[in-house]
């Protein structure tokens, strides 16, 4: 006899690091209620190949097109993305393939450059929808999730939504199966909306006799809401809240005809413009088979696992005033630890994996001493991180047997240092349980993650800052007193999420909700006023990462993939060497010209004049540098060698010629023959390269950041006095003239501001200072 | 090309920055890392990126 099929979707975007562990519960369960099962991550599936060579060329000329459609005001930024583009769909695909391998653990190099292209691609596909941000976290384009009828407006279009754009050239595959019976897609967060209502429309137009039902954590507080019928209906049969795991084979059973017993959590329409919501029951965790994650392309997910997700627990002990977790996961509930382990041992010896995230809200002290028992007595080798909170049982003693069982990272929710603010959040922390835990943690060789929030209502600056003081102590000292490099902190801003305890009673807290906007019927977070202390504004000023964090180059800005926790976990589990967040380059050779040589762009530099004609865009992928030039060197373009005489043609000014030749040179974007010059004839030469001043100090120090690179360095008085110098290239001579510094210290900081290309530094024959005069 | 020495030079001309430099014996170039903005709460947010 047949068996009917389910297909079950995990939309984008989620987590591209490693698998979302809701399909393969599902999956698990359907399985054992005897039907077929087919599991999608469409948010891996989608990315990957939106971020591959083939589905970047595909892009292109879409995003070539947009040139001529957007904003003025936007098409430097626009134009910036488009010099990159092309070098990005060359490289992409070796990028991907080496982030998938577990042999980049051991290349940090490689690492760089890799999550450098990843990040450049981003921006290529950013660029090629409007307003669309593609970040791998939130994906926030020019449709609202916060309004349905944005939601199913971006439903309807291929163009301007990325996820509809990749579904009618990349369609869901098996929608013609004769057996499929039911879609299940389920929706955690609320960046997952606009594509699981994209998806639901796809699978909708060409089989509308198949049931659509959605779930998931957004779905539970979505659906909480409603009165009256909705217009997702249109696409989507019906929604389950809460959990899915004896929802889903009761649904199927009720579809097929087999059975009709009541659905925990159903929510459908009574036909009369009403709804039909059934009560959600809790389901048994004891009860659930091992996760099951066939089907899924775990060697897709942008980290080289798979880092297989697991739960020891359900939903959250705590009732933090801040959060909602236990408002859509229901009461709390453990899995025995020796079935954890089981599922891990399963698992391992299924797809070849030895890491594991537990993606528990929160483990408690039960939990992780009962998994780490059962790892140790078991003798398993296996590797896995999970989140917890400060406690005084968080001890020596556990943390050793967490190192031996193989954890390699705790995050932790340390959200303030201090117990008023901790007191009012309801967190049940003790700041003086705090220290003995870091402590424990580090001196068994287990790296931390901080998760800070700054601005909880009532919270003082001074109260903030002491957080963040006492973080970047505990990484500080994570390095030096521990060696443990692998630790790290995040610091996000309070979000008032409207189904948490303050959402739901201002008043205690001395906060005014602030209404969310016309036709924002899916806000679930708010802005706020409130009574004292930090206000919303601040939080964000204070968790925006510091002074100078816009400038760059627009693909500059772009995620670094190294800042998953995937990635850090790894990095710990292979004790490697912590990759750099840049390029670095080679040094290039110093710039030698005479009125005689020649230069020409180097191999891998691609270039495109700007739509105005003003500029020309040279992109060096060595050292990821965006440089902008005027247009008299587009004759560089043609990929030959030139003349220096030639192109001192174009200028008014040789000393403008020369400084740009200079910094094309330091960048490693020229390569040149000096024709006859010899040693004894050079002039040393400096050119500034350009940077914007930021964080500047009465002691006249101040932070320089690179448009053209994304670099930043802080430079003293002396310093930035130099760089001011050579802003149109100048002499040694000239720079101890003018900056009357010490010769040693001079000389010391021009070498190191040239190495941090800061400044370009050149030998120059004296006659190419003179040259359009000389060559008239 | 702006190399924005304009803009620096309105705040701190050559001569005010020289005069400051006469006493900073400085060599130093530190390269600044920024720190990181995002956290478990940054899915609910348009956040700025870093």
Redesign the interface.
């Known amino acids: 006899m047949h068996q009917p099929r389910i297909l079950l979707i995990n939309p984008p975007i989620w987590n591209v690091y490693a698998p979302h562990l809701a399909v393969p519960l599902l999956a698990a369960v359907m399985r054992r209620h005897g039907w077929q099962v087919s599991s999608l991550d469409l948010s891996i599936e989608q990315t990957d190949w939106l971020l591959s060579s083939e589905g970047l060329a595909e892009l292109l000329p879409k995003a070539e097109r947009r040139l001529g459609e957007i904003p003025a005001q936007e098409r430097r930024a626009h134009e910036e993305i488009l010099a990159v583009f092309g070098d990005t769909v060359q490289r992409m695909d070796a990028a991907r393939a080496a982030l998938k391998s577990r042999d980049i653990l051991a290349a940090p190099d490689a690492f760089t450059e890799a999550a450098t292209v990843v990040r450049n691609g981003l921006s290529c596909v950013s660029a090629s929808f409007p307003g669309l941000k593609f970040d791998l976290r939130g994906n926030f384009s020019c449709f609202s999730h916060r309004r349905s009828d944005s939601v199913l407006e971006a439903a309807g279009s291929a163009d301007r939504n990325v996820y509809g754009w990749a579904l009618e050239r990349r369609p869901i595959p098996g929608l013609d199966d004769a057996d499929l019976a039911v879609v299940g897609i389920s929706v955690s967060a609320d960046t997952q909306l606009i594509a699981a209502l994209t998806t639901a429309r796809h699978i909708k137009l060409r089989r509308p006799d198949v049931h659509v039902v959605m779930g998931g954590n957004l779905t539970t507080r979505m659906v909480s809401r409603w009165t009256e019928e909705h217009p997702f209906f249109a696409y989507v049969d019906s929604f389950v809240s809460y959990e899915g795991e004896d929802a889903l084979p009761a649904l199927c059973d009720r579809i097929t005809g087999a059975d009709d017993r009541t659905i925990p959590g159903l929510l459908e329409r009574d036909g009369r413009g009403g709804l039909l919501r059934n009560p959600a029951a809790m389901v048994d965790v004891s009860d659930l088979p091992t996760p099951d994650f066939d089907g899924l392309p775990l060697d897709r997910y942008f980290a080289p696992g798979p880092v297989l997700p697991l739960q020891a627990s359900r939903s959250c002990a705590w009732d933090c005033a801040f959060c909602s977790i236990p408002f859509a996961s229901n009461k709390f509930r453990i899995r025995k630890p020796e079935q954890v382990v089981h599922d891990m041992a399963t698992l391992a010896a299924k797809h070849g994996s030895d890491s594991f995230m537990f993606v528990d809200e929160i483990m408690t002290l039960t939990s992780l001493r009962g998994v780490s028992r059962e790892l140790n007595d078991g003798g398993h080798d296996l590797f896995w991180y999970g989140e917890t909170r400060f406690s005084k049982g968080l001890d020596d003693e556990l943390a050793s047997a967490l190192r031996r069982s193989g954890c390699r990272r705790l995050d932790l929710g340390l959200e303030s240092y201090n117990q008023r603010v901790l007191d009012l959040m309801r967190k049940g922390t003790k700041v003086a349980d705090i220290e003995p835990s870091l402590q424990a943690l580090l001196g068994n060789k287990v790296p931390v993650h901080l998760f800070c929030m700054t601005g909880f209502p009532g919270e003082t600056r001074e109260e903030a800052l002491r957080t963040q003081e006492f973080a970047d102590q505990a990484l500080q000292r994570s390095v030096e007193e521990f060696d443990v490099p692998y630790s790290t902190a995040a610091n996000g801003p309070f979000i008032l999420d409207v189904l948490s305890p303050v959402g739901e009673r201002p008043d205690l807290f001395g906060v005014e909700l602030i209404p969310p906007g016309e036709g924002e019927d899916l806000a679930f977070d708010l802005d706020y006023t409130v009574a004292e202390g930090l206000t919303q504004q601040d939080a964000a000023e204070l968790t925006s990462g510091g002074p100078g964090g816009s400038a760059g180059a627009a693909f500059h800005r772009g995620t670094w993939i190294g800042d998953a926790e995937e990635w850090s976990f790894l990095w710990a589990l292979a004790e490697s060497e912590l990759p750099a967040r840049r390029l670095t380059a080679p040094a290039a050779p110093r710039l030698l010209m005479d009125t005689t040589g020649v230069v020409r762009l180097a191999p891998g530099v691609q270039g495109r004049v700007s739509a105005d004609g003003t500029g020309l865009l040279l992109h060096v992928p060595s050292c990821d540098a965006l440089l902008d030039v005027p247009s008299q060197w587009s004759p560089l373009l043609d990929g030959r060698a030139h003349g220096a005489a030639d192109l001192w043609r174009a200028f008014e000014s040789p000393r403008t010629a020369a400084a740009t030749l200079a910094r094309l040179a330091a960048h490693g974007a020229v390569t040149f023959e000096a024709g006859a010059f010899g040693e004894q004839e050079h002039t040393p030469w400096y050119a500034a390269q350009p940077h914007d001043v930021l964080d500047a100090r009465p002691d006249g120090s101040c932070l320089l950041v690179s448009a053209e690179t994304g670099q930043r360095v802080r430079v003293s008085a002396a310093g930035r006095l130099l760089w001011l110098l050579t802003a149109d290239g100048a002499s040694e001579a000239e720079l101890a003239d003018r900056s009357r510094l010490p010769a040693a210290q001079r000389r010391l900081l021009l070498e190191n501001l040239a190495g941090h290309r800061v400044i370009a530094a050149a030998s120059l024959a004296p006659g190419l200072l003179e040259l359009p005069r000389v060559a008239a | 090309?702006?190399?924005?020495?304009e803009?620096?030079?309105q705040?701190?001309d050559?001569d005010?920055?020289?005069a400051?430099?006469?006493t900073?014996?400085?060599?130093?170039?530190?390269?600044?890392?920024?720190?990181?903005?995002?956290?478990?709460?940054?899915?609910?947010?348009?956040?700025?990126?870093?």
């Open positions: 090309m702006n190399l924005n020495h803009e620096s030079a705040e701190l050559a005010k920055l020289a400051l430099a006469e900073d014996e400085s060599t130093a170039v530190e390269p600044v890392t920024p720190k990181r903005a995002n956290s478990k709460y940054a899915l609910l947010q348009d956040g700025a990126d870093n």
